[in-house]
């Protein structure tokens, strides 16, 4: 069973070898700064390095920031400088104010977590097949395990800094819970939305007022606003595109209780030290002890039922380090890209925020956590011993079975593959040694807690499951079909270019049938642009071409109908064709069919035929 995985995990490597390597950055070894100044200075260089417009940098010690810092330019045109009182975009760190302000209720006991979004919002129409066993919940929206569709490309371009939330909620629909509520955990920009609609109706206030006066204001957190206002747009950094030059539209979005809040890096550090604090901060307590502990750790979802610590909570995410757990969230939202994190019992955290849309730049948390860390003991749980029947168990392929938006389901299909192997007694996941803890819990060699936890399905299937997504453990015949399909495909481009070679020696003339060669030619090529513009579309990182109607969307609608167009015509050629016909070519033609049907059948599960990101 092992030997064949293995083979699996080699073929799927060769085939997805193109993804992988894009999406893989080298490692690079970093020394760790030892002091402030060091810090400061490696970041500077890693920013250079990176070619990033600007950043601004607050770091937390001793439950004071120490740092604040402004790194190269807020407008690339005009030479301005990134300096501490620069406004950032933060992004999706604003459903971390949506989740305190709804404990803040929730302590007053104004709302249950529990309660059910029909009664809450009774107007909103949402469609959930379980309601009346596992209605849709308010803890629900928060977690992102609703089991609703995030919300689609278009929406990201829906403006209005007056429009009310009410109106918002409506225009990011429609809604329809995938799969049992508080079952999987999937990102979904629309829950917190719900949600701060919800703070409205319960406060009687707009939900920027009621963050501003209960959170915001007496934080003295002066550059929060959830709209480009007066009083900071002098402020507001620029973005940028990749090239670093190109500026990115400033988009007032409908979603501001998910992702609108401007803000200076020095006054988002605040949120870190009041969540360190516990809820409370310079004498003054905002909620309890208890409610930031529930705020970081999810409870609605499957893996925080099968034990593991630390999943996403109340608009919170933990990022496990080498000596210790963060807590915090990131964001990014119109070139502007953002993160928070804070290490609740350590005293430290940071908030890193850049103008330009650079993943990369996220490594540059791992910098600044390896400083933090640099003097605190070593506090990793100690491994258990490994059952040899839970081992073989789990080993296997597991496939992403909750993605954020139900039309990216077959491109996990396909590409979100996650091999786990027995070997020697250990199990290696992704390529990388995991340490077994118990219960189904697993740990990286160097890090602080576990990240996923293995767990048995509804249905008999292993989980896997982590805090923010669920994978299931693939049948090997079914890895196996879509190897074969990919080996298939490959000796298929081989065939199909020998047949056309023969036609530069007139191959056609002396065994008839020039559409017996061209249609099923089409076929596999219909094919390779799908995936080929497919891939372009995604990894361009251009939010307007599946935002609105483009030149490669369109591309991607037509080809999708014509992959299987091509499919019948190429079976009706190849069976239309003379006995005259040399078997290469036959063979070909009817090769070609078989592999654009059976595509154009994979498209038809996944909802592709048509399709068109802009809807």
Same mark, same amino acid.
Not at 200 to 207: A, D, H, I, L, N
Not at 246 to 273: C, K
């Given at each position: 069973?092992?030997?064949?995985?293995?083979?699996?995990?080699?073929?799927?490597?060769?085939?997805?070898?193109?993804?992988?390597?894009?999406?893989?950055?080298?490692?690079?070894?970093?020394?760790?700064?030892?002091?402030?100044?060091?810090?400061?200075?490696?970041?500077?260089?890693?920013?250079?390095?990176?070619?990033?417009?600007?950043?601004?940098?607050?770091?937390?010690?001793?439950?004071?920031?120490?740092?604040?810092?402004?790194?190269?330019?807020?407008?690339?045109?005009?030479?301005?400088?990134?300096?501490?009182?620069?406004?950032?975009?933060?992004?999706?760190?604003?459903?971390?104010?949506?989740?305190?302000?709804?404990?803040?209720?929730?302590?007053?006991?104004?709302?249950?977590?529990?309660?059910?979004?029909?009664?809450?919002?009774?107007?909103?129409?949402?469609?959930?097949?379980?309601?009346?066993?596992?209605?849709?919940?308010?803890?629900?929206?928060?977690?992102?395990?609703?089991?609703?569709?995030?919300?689609?490309?278009?929406?990201?371009?829906?403006?209005?800094?007056?429009?009310?939330?009410?109106?918002?909620?409506?225009?990011?629909?429609?809604?329809?819970?995938?799969?049992?509520?508080?079952?999987?955990?999937?990102?979904?920009?629309?829950?917190?939305?719900?949600?701060?609609?919800?703070?409205?109706?319960?406060?009687?206030?707009?939900?920027?007022?009621?963050?501003?006066?209960?959170?915001?204001?007496?934080?003295?957190?002066?550059?929060?606003?959830?709209?480009?206002?007066?009083?900071?747009?002098?402020?507001?950094?620029?973005?940028?595109?990749?090239?670093?030059?190109?500026?990115?539209?400033?988009? %007032?979005?409908?979603?501001?209780?998910?992702?609108?809040?401007?803000?200076?890096?020095?006054?988002?550090?605040?949120?870190?030290?009041?969540?360190?604090?516990?809820?409370?901060?310079?004498?003054?307590?905002?909620?309890?002890?208890?409610?930031?502990?529930?705020?970081?750790?999810?409870?609605?979802?499957?893996?925080?039922?099968?034990?593991?610590?630390?999943?996403?909570?109340?608009?919170?995410?933990?990022?496990?380090?080498?000596?210790?757990?963060?807590?915090?969230?990131?964001?990014?939202?119109?070139?502007?890209?953002?993160?928070? %994190?804070?290490?609740?019992?350590?005293?430290?955290?940071?908030?890193?925020?850049?103008?330009?849309?650079?993943?990369?730049?996220?490594?540059?948390?791992?910098?600044?956590?390896?400083?933090?860390?640099?003097?605190?003991?070593?506090?990793?749980?100690?491994?258990?011993?490994?059952?040899?029947?839970?081992?073989?168990?789990?080993?296997?392929?597991?496939?992403?079975?909750?993605?954020?938006?139900?039309?990216?389901?077959?491109?996990?299909?396909?590409?979100?593959?996650?091999?786990?192997?027995?070997?020697?007694?250990?199990?290696?996941?992704?390529?990388?040694?995991?340490?077994?803890?118990?219960?189904?819990?697993?740990r990286k060699e160097d890090a602080a807690a576990a990240n996923i936890v293995f767990t048995g399905g509804p249905e008999g299937e292993t989980l896997m499951l982590n805090g923010t997504g669920a994978s299931v453990k693939v049948p090997l015949w079914q890895a196996a079909t879509k190897a074969v399909y990919g080996v298939l495909f490959a000796l298929s481009c081989i065939l199909t270019l020998v047949v056309l070679m023969r036609l530069i020696g007139g191959?056609?003339?002396?065994?008839?049938?020039?559409?017996?060669?061209?249609?099923?030619?089409?076929?596999?090529?219909?094919?390779?642009?799908?995936?080929?513009?497919?891939?372009?579309?995604?990894?361009?990182?251009?939010?307007?071409?599946?935002?609105?109607?483009s030149a490669l969307g369109w591309a991607v609608y037509s080809l999708t109908i014509a992959v299987p167009i091509f499919g019948v015509l190429a079976a009706m050629t190849a069976q239309a064709s003379g006995s005259e016909i040399g078997w290469l070519t036959r063979v070909m033609a009817w090769v070609n069919a078989g592999l654009a049907l059976l595509a154009g059948l994979y498209l038809y599960q996944?909802?592709?035929?048509?399709?068109?990101?802009?809807?």
């Amino acid at each position: 069973m092992n030997r064949l995985l293995s083979v699996l995990v080699v073929a799927w490597a060769l085939l997805q070898s193109g993804t992988a390597w894009a999406q893989s950055p080298p490692d690079k070894a970093k020394e760790i700064p030892q002091t402030l100044e060091a810090l400061e200075k490696a970041l500077a260089q890693e920013f250079a390095r990176l070619k990033i417009p600007g950043a601004s940098v607050a770091i937390i010690e001793n439950n004071q920031i120490v740092l604040t810092r402004g790194y190269g330019l807020a407008d690339v045109k005009a030479r301005t400088p990134v300096t501490p009182e620069t406004v950032f975009r933060a992004g999706s760190i604003s459903k971390s104010f949506t989740g305190i302000g709804i404990m803040m209720l929730v302590e007053e006991g104004r709302l249950d977590l529990n309660a059910k979004l029909a009664d809450l919002v009774p107007e909103l129409k949402f469609d959930n097949p379980w309601e009346s066993s596992d209605p849709v919940r308010l803890v629900h929206l928060l977690e992102h395990t609703a089991g609703f569709d995030d919300i689609g490309f278009h929406h990201y371009l829906l403006e209005g800094k007056d429009t009310p939330l009410s109106e918002a909620v409506v225009k990011y629909g429609p809604y329809k819970s995938r799969w049992r509520p508080g079952t999987w955990t999937a990102y979904c920009n629309s829950g917190p939305v719900i949600a701060g609609l919800i703070i409205e109706k319960v406060s009687g206030q707009k939900f920027q007022d009621f963050i501003a006066e209960r959170l915001t204001g007496p934080l003295g957190m002066s550059s929060a606003y959830w709209v480009k206002d007066p009083a900071i747009a002098g402020w507001m950094a620029k973005s940028y595109k990749a090239d670093g030059v190109t500026e990115e539209p400033f988009i %007032e979005i409908l979603a501001r209780p998910s992702g609108s809040l401007n803000v200076t890096a020095g006054d988002l550090a605040r949120l870190a030290q009041l969540m360190l604090g516990r809820g409370s901060l310079d004498g003054r307590s905002y909620f309890t002890p208890a409610t930031a502990s529930r705020i970081e750790n999810g409870q609605s979802g499957a893996a925080a039922r099968a034990g593991l610590k630390g999943v996403y909570g109340l608009g919170n995410f933990s990022t496990i380090g080498k000596k210790a757990v963060f807590h915090g969230h990131d964001g990014g939202i119109d070139g502007f890209a953002s993160k928070l %994190e804070y290490a609740p019992g350590k005293g430290a955290g940071f908030v890193l925020m850049v103008n330009q849309a650079n993943e990369e730049a996220f490594e540059l948390a791992g910098l600044i956590r390896d400083y933090l860390e640099r003097d605190w003991p070593e506090a990793k749980p100690s491994g258990v011993a490994l059952p040899s029947a839970d081992l073989e168990r789990w080993a296997g392929l597991y496939q992403d079975i909750a993605p954020r938006q139900q039309v990216l389901a077959l491109i996990g299909s396909l590409a979100a593959w996650q091999p786990a192997e027995a070997t020697e007694g250990a199990l290696i996941l992704n390529g990388t040694k995991r340490v077994f803890l118990g219960q189904g819990q697993f740990r990286k060699e160097d890090a602080a807690a576990a990240n996923i936890v293995f767990t048995g399905g509804p249905e008999g299937e292993t989980l896997m499951l982590n805090g923010t997504g669920a994978s299931v453990k693939v049948p090997l015949w079914q890895a196996a079909t879509k190897a074969v399909y990919g080996v298939l495909f490959a000796l298929s481009c081989i065939l199909t270019l020998v047949v056309l070679m023969r036609l530069i020696g007139g191959a056609w003339r002396r065994d008839g049938g020039f559409l017996v060669r061209l249609v099923p030619t089409l076929a596999l090529l219909s094919i390779v642009a799908l995936a080929g513009v497919t891939l372009a579309v995604l990894a361009s990182n251009d939010l307007m071409l599946v935002a609105k109607p483009s030149a490669l969307g369109w591309a991607v609608y037509s080809l999708t109908i014509a992959v299987p167009i091509f499919g019948v015509l190429a079976a009706m050629t190849a069976q239309a064709s003379g006995s005259e016909i040399g078997w290469l070519t036959r063979v070909m033609a009817w090769v070609n069919a078989g592999l654009a049907l059976l595509a154009g059948l994979y498209l038809y599960q996944y909802g592709w035929i048509g399709l068109k990101f802009w809807e």
